[in-house]
């Protein structure tokens, strides 16, 4: 479609200022992690053909129409601070940019609920909620991130210890569908959570934007006391042994861990197996690390620190990220003695997903680039799944795995509820639960990984 009526028509629903039809300069500012987004641009169209920025869940109805009909791709994007390729285009379309819906629409004390709009930002959350001394119970690293950005995730982060993933602290969602109605998935409006019946929050909680498009959420908010972190380092393996009885403490938020080489590298501490951030309420107990075997806490209070390993959660630290249960933690350090032989590692950081999982990250060196880093990302990836564990988050990289991840019954299933609230393939095709093909026919997944091991393999035997 030309791009002069797309200007025109999605102009005359959110407004001519509201639309860009984009050229290079608009597109530098659509991408995920760069490096990522590099890649996906040889095999598919990552360009959007509009960015249109609607303000109200009116203007997203009357732009979901306009594309149901022609059978134009819908990309939601809300920070765009995912990496897997999830808010980028893969066959062109229109990406909807949510941050002008950034009302905080109430904050009720007595029902202890937050209601917003689905794109704004977790910053101005955090902000408003702590001048009440109230916090939601589990929210990301990044705070340039969005509320519907990171239900569309399914996000673990900062509380999910103690209070489970974003999924568990809704209410409420208004959501649009690709038909161009508007459905609430709350069991009532007036967020009275008991109810029966399928749980339809829980359907649009990591779909990454596959079916519908989030405007508005409710979520539970929780009185927040002051917050302590504490620094230990660890000498010993047993530590991790230890960890499933730390985190029965009820004053713990979350924990975060580094392996030994980066906590050389960031935080000039020696220790053997690494480091273990802790983040805790003051009001009760402190959690009684030190007296595990093989643990010694180095600081009391460090809140820098803390911040300071946010960095490694950048996009431009594009690496490997999965969920993996605790019990398999001590293999994983194996798994990285090995990788260590054929790749540059700068280490592994990981936080406390909740008291049976940990998150960990891999982080390459930088200089490991291109074909060898996708391959190393896959070698990880498949050794976490061969411990239990899963990617964290599908998005255009990861959604081949789902194969292996889950049953085909389950898929099936997960496919079969895609096709029926998205018959014309509309809402962020193409990631997720389906892979895509690329534009000379090759598949994402699979194939991609092994041909850039095989050709590793080859290029390390020629000498090159
Ligand atoms: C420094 C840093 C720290 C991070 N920390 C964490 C962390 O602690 N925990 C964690 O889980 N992740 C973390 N991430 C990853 C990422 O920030 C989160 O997944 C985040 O929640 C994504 O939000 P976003 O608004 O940027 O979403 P985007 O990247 O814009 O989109 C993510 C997905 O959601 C969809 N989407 C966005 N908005 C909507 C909507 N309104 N309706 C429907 N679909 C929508 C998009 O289509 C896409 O599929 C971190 C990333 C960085 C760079």
Known sequence: MKKSKLEHDFGSIVGKENVIVTDKKENEHLVDAPWSSTILSLGFKITPDAIV??????????????????????????????????????????????????????????????TAGAGVSWRKINTKLKEKRFAVGVNPLNENSTLGGFISKGGYGIGSLKHGSIGNQIVNLEVVLPVGLTINTGYSKSHFSYGFGYN??????????????????????????????????????????????ITRSGN??????????????????????????????????????????????????????????????????FGGEVFLPINGLHKIFEVI??????????????????????????????????????????????????????PYGSGVWNSFWMEEVYD???????????????????????????????????????????????LEKIFKKIGL
């Not at 096709?419 to 389906?434: A, L, V």
């Open 53 to 114: 920025k609607p303000h109200t869940t009116r203007e997203i109805v009357d732009i979901v129409n306009y594309a149901f009909d022609k059978k134009i791709p819908l990309i939601p994007r809300g920070g765009g601070t995912s990496a897997l390729g999830e808010s980028l285009p893969i066959k062109g379309g229109i990406v909807i940019d949510m941050k002008r819906m950034n009302k905080i629409v109430e904050i009720e004390e007595d029902k202890k609920t937050l």
């Open 200 to 245: 339809n929050s829980w359907l649009f909680t990591g779909a990454e934007g596959t079916l519908g498009i989030i405007t508005e959420a409710t979520l539970k908010i929780y009185y927040q006391n002051n917050l302590k972190v504490t620094v230990h380092r660890v000498l010993d393996e047993a530590i991790f042994q230890a960890l499933s009885e």
């Open 337 to 390: 003695r090995k990788l260590k032989e054929n790749y540059r590692l700068q280490g592994l950081v990981g936080f406390l997903a909740d008291s049976d999982s940990i998150i960990l990250r891999l982080i390459c060196n930088e200089e490991e680039i291109g074909l060898k880093r996708i391959a190393l990302i896959g070698d990880f990836v498949r050794a976490a799944i061969n411990l239990g564990g899963r």
């Open 408 to 454: 085909i019954n389950t898929l099936k299933l997960m496919r079969k509820i895609k096709e029926q609230i998205d018959s014309q393939n509309i809402m962020n095709p193409y990631k997720t639960i389906n892979y895509p093909k690329a534009r000379i026919g090759i598949t994402t997944g699979p194939p991609l990984y092994q041909t850039t091991t095989f």
């Open 252 to 317: 713990l938020i979350s924990l975060m861990f580094l392996d030994g080489e980066l906590a050389k590298t960031e935080l000039s501490t020696e220790a053997e197996r690494g480091v273990l951030l802790l983040l805790s309420e003051e009001r009760r107990e402190e959690p009684t690390l030190e007296k595990q075997k093989g643990a010694i806490s180095v600081s009391e209070e460090d809140f820098n620190l803390w911040d300071k390993l946010q960095k490694f959660y950048g996009p431009e630290r």
